[in-house]
């Protein structure tokens, strides 16, 4: 990722601008006076700079919870703050600030708030899991002009390269996310995808906690798709197979088929490499056969307005309260140079959590964005208050 290393650090009075860069505040870790955050905003996108200092350097770059999936952004920001308070810089990895000229429309990449507060309904919906390098995502796209695909990836580059292909082959009916798959399919309606594609998934065989494929998982594809649509996992890894087949057949009822090194019309280059190994890839299609009821409604998550006590924030900092379903951590307490508090938090379900800012002040706040409206996260906020407040 984009970074600069710099022979000392320099802070301008905030608020300041440069290069259509603002830099809102600076925050210090109450505990590590070697860290520090500069909030930074570029049009509608906020993050966060983060200053390092270590034994023999002292590092700029973008902190990894609030970065934003196009790095142009953070380039701009990086080479703005330096210019605008005359950083010396050492080494540097960032090119030029301008964005790709196939990325200056971002349009088809949405966030997962768009998706909260309108979720495309007006046709059938594909969702395919850690699209990689899109040659099946495209393919499909442009196959299925009459669908809506919306492909979710975490990968910045393999986001900002489909962006490009996209704003080439002028497709109209794909949706990027930048965001946790599991956590995003308990936003979409109920019986509204024809196909659920988790091509290739990481194995994850030292933490099976972490795999996209789980009795959670199975269970929201169900309630997601169709009658008749269809869960499709691809994989080369035989544990990864065996370990799915085994919780497929943990249902009560299910249609499901087995392939064994089933050729399709596409093939992503790391399948590819791996036919040239001889490698086994294995298919399991889930075909669905429930119509499910409606998506349960969560009211958007809001907080006390009464501050909550100075030494109340010191005694939570490092912090873990817990659920039966999840748990809210309070990983690093930061003060601002405008007299407010803030915490990066952990919290939500226990195998999948989100990670993100609170900001506390005159209209507390999370940052990048709120977590995702379900059920675990809604305690997990509530819990959040009270531990805030008493």
Not at 313 to 322: D, K, M, P
Not at 331 to 341: I, K, M, Q, S
């Amino acid at each position: 990722m984009p970074h600069l290393h710099i022979a000392s650090f320099k802070a301008p009075a905030f608020p300041a601008a440069a290069d259509g860069v603002t830099f809102h505040y600076m925050a210090e870790n109450t505990l590590h006076d070697d860290e520090k955050l500069i909030a930074a905003s570029i049009g509608e996108k906020e993050f966060f700079l983060l200053l390092k200092r270590l034994p023999d350097k002292t590092l700029l770059k973008a902190d990894k919870i609030s970065r934003p999936s196009a790095t142009h952004y953070v380039k701009r920001a990086l080479q703005a703050y330096a210019g605008l308070v005359g950083l010396e810089v050492l080494a540097s990895n960032v090119d030029s600030g301008e964005a790709n000229m196939h990325l200056g429309n971002d349009s088809a990449l949405w966030s997962i708030h768009d998706f909260e507060r309108d979720f495309p309904t007006d046709r059938e919906i594909r969702i395919e899991v850690g699209f990689g390098s899109g040659r099946h995502l495209l393919h499909q796209a442009k196959a299925n002009p009459e669908v809506l695909f919306i492909g979710i990836e975490i990968h910045k580059p393999s986001i900002e390269q489909v962006l490009k292909q996209i704003n080439i082959q002028q497709l109209d009916n794909i949706l990027l996310l930048d965001y946790d798959a599991r956590l995003f399919l308990e936003l979409v309606p109920s019986n509204l995808a024809g196909r659920i594609y988790v091509h290739f998934p990481v194995p994850w065989d030292k933490k099976p906690h972490r795999r996209v494929i789980g009795e959670a998982f199975i269970a929201e594809s169900i309630r997601v798709l169709k009658p008749e649509g269809k869960l499709e996992l691809r994989t080369d890894s035989d544990n990864y197979f065996a370990y799915s087949f085994e919780t497929f057949m943990a249902l009560n009822q299910n249609h499901i088929e087995i392939y064994k090194n089933r050729a399709l019309e596409v093939s992503s280059k790391y399948e590819d490499r791996w036919r040239r190994m001889e490698k086994n890839i294995y298919d399991v299609l889930m075909h669905n056969e429930e119509l499910s009821g409606p998506l349960e409604a969560i009211a958007p998550f809001a907080f006390n307005a009464i501050a909550p006590d100075p030494e109340r924030l010191e005694a939570l900092n490092g912090s873990t309260l817990r659920f039966d379903e999840g748990f809210v951590h309070f990983e690093r307490l930061y003060r601002t140079d405008d007299g407010r508090a803030m915490f990066r938090l952990s919290m939500g379900p226990y195998a999948r959590p989100e990670h993100l800012y609170l900001i506390l002040g005159d209209a507390p706040r999370y940052l990048p964005t709120p977590p995702v409206r379900s059920r675990t996260n809604a305690r997990a906020h509530q819990l959040l208050i009270e531990a805030l407040h008493g």
